[in-house]
């Protein structure tokens, strides 16, 4: 590696490095790790994604925990809808921003030059899945603070916060490649991703509902938790299958 | 593709069957609204659910077709099957909704079942919007083709998982359907009348979808050669 590290950028993926001076490419793995570091330098770098999402998610807060009239107490279905729905649409104003980025400054083509569509997927997913855990670990905590959420199961919520904040970030990753591909359509993006998010979110409401009540059947919450889950891999394979053919096409 | 007239005239004279049995040869249905026929209307309602399900797949797999031979009328094909598929999902909503407001007296409840269908509704809208803003035919062949897979998980847990596992009024009417509640003539006459003419309706309905595509497309090739005849 040495030296290439220093610089930052797609010049960083296509810099040669010591592990291809002896003739064999990068692997996959390795590929991601550069691709995913390159994202967030350029993130740390502007903040541009970051500060959109936190800026939506929290003004979005703040107008839910005004008009619930502070500190009243919502029933568990009010307070798991509304915490998804702000995270749902949260995670839809930023997460478009890794593809996006790469097509207006023009460094898609230099990225798909230098390395394989399938670590290209990963780099960016794991990069959302960050991104996507950072809000969550922002918002929920003071989301339950505003407006006093009566955790009865904490261990489960987190579980179910992050199967449903894997779900998110993958399937807004295939469509976030899908709108940069066809040439800045940004405002499609909520529309097109909301029916495919639609079943995750069902689901995932219902297992943050669960774990707000004392009462809660715990094999329904088991299993709406494995069914967010299952979701999860299923969306990770689809996305691994499809990439490749939009990534790669002209 | 199935060529000649005849079983034109045969979806015709099946139809009109299936028509006539739903009113006049099969009797009412015990527990019913209206006496009983307010259980008639699944001869229509359950093929179009269906079809829009099958239409749904179809259109996926015209989609794979098109990702690995790359022949620009298996995009065209998939896209057919999903307006059809907008077609009869629109035909299940509106005879579910009105055997809904019969049977439990409000036309839209949030079912799951009528959570679900909606949410396939919006995936077909949202297909052709998509679809219909990209110009360049052949990225929007590939764009398009990658969402409608990209949804097929989706589509069928919706389908599939989510009417069974969370409880909902519908399985009372599909328990009667499916586990035989209904009088004995009502299953042969849907599933022997009605459904084969409703899969003939999309089929005819889908050849003639392509039949106008191929027009077209010669009408380009028509308009291009005439520019060139001007261009000399």
């Not at chain 2, 797949?57 to 790359?70: D, G, K």
């Not at chain 2, 679809?131 to 035919?137: A, H, K, M, V």
């Not at chain 2, 027009?215 to 001007?230: F, G, H, I, R, V």
Request: charged share 10%; net charge positive; aromatic share 12%.
């Amino acid at each position: 590696m040495g030296r290439s590290n220093a610089f930052i950028g797609v010049d960083m993926v296509a810099q040669p490095n010591s592990s291809q001076q002896n003739g064999t490419t990068l692997s996959i793995i390795h590929q991601t790790l550069l691709i995913l570091r390159k994202d967030i330098l350029l993130e740390l770098r502007n903040r541009a994604a970051i500060q959109a999402i936190l800026l939506f998610s929290i003004t979005t807060l703040i107008v839910v925990g005004f008009s619930a009239g502070g500190g009243a107490n919502l029933p568990p279905d009010t307070l798991a809808s509304l915490l998804w729905i702000i995270l749902f649409f949260s995670a839809f104003s930023g997460l478009s921003h890794v593809f996006i980025r790469e097509e207006e400054s023009n460094t898609a083509i230099a990225l798909r030059l230098t390395s394989e569509a399938n670590a290209v997927l990963w780099g960016k997913l794991l990069f959302n899945t960050l991104l996507t855990f950072v809000i969550i670990i922002i918002i929920a905590p003071l989301y339950f603070i505003i407006l006093n959420a009566p955790i009865v199961q904490p261990g489960k919520l987190v579980l179910s916060l992050f199967t449903g904040g894997i779900g998110l970030s993958v399937s807004a990753t295939i469509i976030a490649v899908i709108i940069a591909r066809s040439h800045g359509k940004p405002a499609l993006f909520g529309a097109i991703g909301f029916p495919i998010l639609l079943p995750m979110l069902f689901i995932a409401v219902d297992a943050t509902r669960l774990t707000f009540q004392s009462y809660s059947n715990i094999n329904v919450l088991n299993r709406d938790i494995l069914g967010l889950a299952s979701f999860d891999v299923l969306m990770i394979v689809t996305a691994g299958l499809l990439f490749p053919y939009v990534w790669e096409s002209e | 593709m199935i060529k000649g007239l005849w079983w034109k005239i045969l979806v015709g004279v099946w139809m009109s069957a299936a028509i006539y049995c739903a009113f006049i040869v099969v009797g009412p249905a015990q527990g019913f609204s209206m006496n009983g026929e307010g259980a008639k209307i699944i001869f229509f309602h359950v093929p179009s659910a269906w079809l829009a399900t099958l239409s749904y797949v179809v259109a996926a797999f015209y989609a794979i077709q098109y990702l690995m031979r790359h022949n620009i009328e298996s995009d065209e094909k998939c896209a057919t099957s999903m307006e059809l598929g907008l077609v009869f999902g629109i035909c299940a909503t509106i005879t579910g909704s009105i055997f809904s407001r019969n049977e439990w007296g409000k036309y839209w409840s949030f079912d799951p079942r009528q959570t679900s269908i909606l949410v396939i509704l919006l995936l077909f809208t949202a297909y052709l919007v998509l679809r219909n803003s990209i110009t360049e035919p052949r990225k929007r062949a590939i764009i398009s083709s990658v969402y409608a897979l990209a949804a097929l998980p989706p589509a069928m847990f919706l389908i599939w998982v989510v009417p069974r596992v969370v409880e909902s009024l519908h399985q009372f009417a599909n328990q009667a359907v499916v586990g035989g509640g209904l009088g004995g003539s009502y299953r042969p006459v849907l599933y022997f009348l009605s459904l084969p003419a409703f899969l003939g309706l999309f089929i005819w309905m889908f050849q003639l979808r392509m039949q106008y595509y191929k027009l077209y497309l010669l009408n380009q090739k028509m308009k291009a050669e005439k520019k060139q005849c001007n261009l000399k």
